[in-house]
């Protein structure tokens, strides 16, 4: 009877320290969020150009016009005009950013400490036609500033709060009116908030941040600062906050972001899966809360049915019908066994959990997993929730492979809602993710979730055996309504390394008669997409022939669960060259990259600045031991 009495104490006890638990992690992670969302930065997704100041929404906006009275207002890496970026603190205490448009080129630099913002626009050699600077103090998302402009001067003051930017503006004075002031921009201009500086003042204050923030890195680096100096650009230039969630994130690229948003005057923001979780991992080499922001984000946007979407934006919009590949716990795990600090995963596992199983649940086809895209009731009604719901569209999109010639043809079920493929890749990244998440459930003492955990990372592994070809030497899909294996492959066809699945005599078989295969993946420029003797390598549209920085990476990671320490280095180095050809150029980091000339602007198809390029050069950090080296 006591023991009765007892049990029902125990589970209480249980039930309340995982609610507190919970309760505890939210907290910190509202003290997180309020420390990011502080200070002068590149804070609006809509233009690099705008200064803001958090949690005020007190900016800076700068736009251009040129001897026509053609006016821009719009700055994105990668767009109109011309950009080319340049260094970019994390927390925006300094930002270096070219650009080039109608004739016009300029450098504008900022540098700031607290209130303090020294903004810098310095016309450029070849800069040829007479053009003007417009200086516009605004308060964004209609939060509440008093604006106050003179003739060289304005001021900013956040109602309700005892503070003043004082800005002075130091150059060829050209006009002004109630809402902006006009400078020339042939001559240097020179935008000092709560400082009196001359023009040559703030050029000294901006030179020596600037020199202090890469000597840090360079000193920190090394021989590997370029691959460092790559990833944290285009990652800082990428972050943003955006006013309908009241977050810091990071989303892929600022011209993502265009068309998300259900607020014409907040920009918007989009976040993918896998993207988000890669962008966390890589923002963890040096940057906790930004890499933890952007985890726990993605990972909260878990749907309804239980699984982490494809995509997600503001005013509840996400794909309810997919979701993308599940390297969530993958992600967590590895930013975790750097920090040390149990409240991310706290926060997060029961979230990682019901993912795991869902896949489990709703994509096994005979003990083995297949992409899918099943019908939901819309819930926003944006455009964005139509088109291959239920479809073999949809389930592609699910693979994060969109347009793969893997997926070409295979049939769909929308009874079950599933493509008729066992697929390699997916059935791979859950086995991994069964462990990781194990290894996260032992951390946090849930017993039974690990045995749980570990008997699917079992079962599944084992059957990945039976995709295994030996006379081909690969694993290869499987038509589930057939049980053919299906010839067509990609990298994905590599990952059961990931899931610690293969015999070593195994791997030999996959790295020397494929992988290593010049006629396949290996070449100047690795891996691509398709192999290079598939009849659609020559598509080089998308997936379809290209080479893409995450299949780099994950492929990587598989190579260091095993003896190959030779490939996985000239896989870093290959890739370290894919990314330095073209950031050295022109500091772009390309959404994906050409198979033959390892050029990334090829093709319409291929974002500029897209922050999961950055994969290339983050292999190289990992490979000389700046990160993942336990």
């Known amino acids: 009877m006591k023991i009765k009495r007892i049990l029902p104490l125990i589970l209480y006890s249980v039930v309340c320290f995982n609610i507190n638990a919970q309760v505890n992690a939210g907290q910190h992670y509202q003290k997180l969020q309020q420390k990011l969302a502080t200070g002068w930065n590149t804070w609006d997704t809509r233009s690099v150009l705008t200064q803001v100041l958090l949690p005020y ?98 001021t900013i003051s956040p109602s309700g709060f005892n503070i003043h930017i004082h800005a002075l503006i130091k150059g060829d004075f050209l006009g002004a009116s109630d809402e902006e002031i006009i400078m020339s921009i042939n001559r240097p201009v020179a935008i000092c908030c709560n400082e009196d500086l001359t023009i040559q003042e703030a050029q000294q204050y901006v030179k020596a941040k600037e020199e202090a923030f890469i000597r840090e890195n360079r000193n920190k680096y090394g021989a590997s600062y370029e691959l460092y100096n790559a990833m944290q650009s285009v990652l800082a230039w990428d972050n943003i906050y955006d006013p309908s969630i009241r977050k810091v994130i990071t989303p892929v690229s600022r011209n993502w972001n265009v068309g998300w948003s259900h607020h014409p005057e907040f920009g918007g923001f989009v976040l993918f899966c896998w993207d988000t979780y890669f962008a966390g991992m890589m923002l963890a080499t040096d940057n906790k809360e930004l890499a933890y922001a952007n985890l726990i984000e993605i990972t909260n946007s878990i749907t309804e049915m239980g ?151 079992k079962a599944y592994r084992k059957n990945l055996q039976t995709l295994w070809d030996d006379e081909k030497g690969l694993y290869y899909n499987r038509h589930t309504d057939t049980g053919l294996l299906d010839p067509r492959t990609s990298p994905t066809h590599f990952y059961p390394l990931l899931a610690k699945a293969s015999g070593q005599e195994q791997v030999a078989r996959m790295i020397n008669e494929h992988l290593l295969n010049p006629d396949e993946f290996w070449g100047e420029w690795v891996i691509p997409a398709t192999p290079r003797n598939d009849a659609s390598f020559k598509d080089n549209i998308y997936w379809r022939g290209r080479i893409w920085a995450p299949l780099n990476f994950l492929v990587y990671l598989g190579l260091r669960n095993y003896d190959c320490e030779n490939v996985r280095q000239s896989l870093a180095e290959k890739s370290k060259n894919l990314l330095m050809k073209s950031w050295i150029s022109n500091g772009y980091v390309f959404e994906n990259y050409n198979a033959v000339t390892g050029v990334g602007d090829d093709t319409t198809r291929s974002d500029k600045f897209y922050h999961w390029g950055a994969l290339l050069g983050f292999i190289g950090l990992i490979e000389e031991g700046y990160f993942m080296n336990e």
């Open 57 to 154: 929404g007190a900016a800076i906006d700068l736009n251009l016009t040129d001897n026509e009275d053609n006016r821009i207002n719009t700055f994105r890496i990668g767009g109109v005009p011309r950009m080319h970026p340049g260094a970019h603190a994390y927390d925006g205490s300094y930002t270096d950013v070219a650009l080039e448009w109608k004739g016009h080129k300029l450098r504008v630099q900022s540098a700031s400490d607290g209130l303090k913002n020294v903004i810098l626009i310095t016309p450029l050699e070849g800069n040829r036609q007479e053009g003007k600077l417009h200086i516009i103090p605004k308060s964004l998302w209609q939060r509440a500033n008093r604006i106050k402009l003179g003739d060289d001067n304005f």
């Open 307 to 457: 699984f982490v979407p494809n995509f997600y934006s503001g005013n509840d919009l996400k794909s309810r019908d997919r979701s993308q590949p599940p390297v969530g716990s993958l992600a967590v795990w590895t930013v975790y066994k750097k920090y040390k600090e149990k409240w991310l995963l706290e926060l997060l596992y029961d979230k990682l959990l019901t993912w795991n199983r869902w896949w489990d649940t709703n994509r096994n086809i005979d003990g083995l997993l297949c992409w899918g895209s099943h019908p939901f009731e819309k819930v926003t009604y944006h455009a964005r929730e139509s088109g291959g719901i239920n479809e073999l569209y949809g389930a592609a999109l699910e693979s994060g492979l969109d347009n793969s010639p893997m997926y070409d043809h295979i049939k769909f079920d929308k009874e079950r809602h599933l493509m008729l493929l066992n697929d390699v890749g997916l059935s791979s990244l859950y086995v991994m993710d069964c462990d990781y998440l194990a290894n996260i459930a032992e951390a946090l003492g849930k017993k039974e979730d690990v045995k749980e955990l570990r008997k699917r990372e």
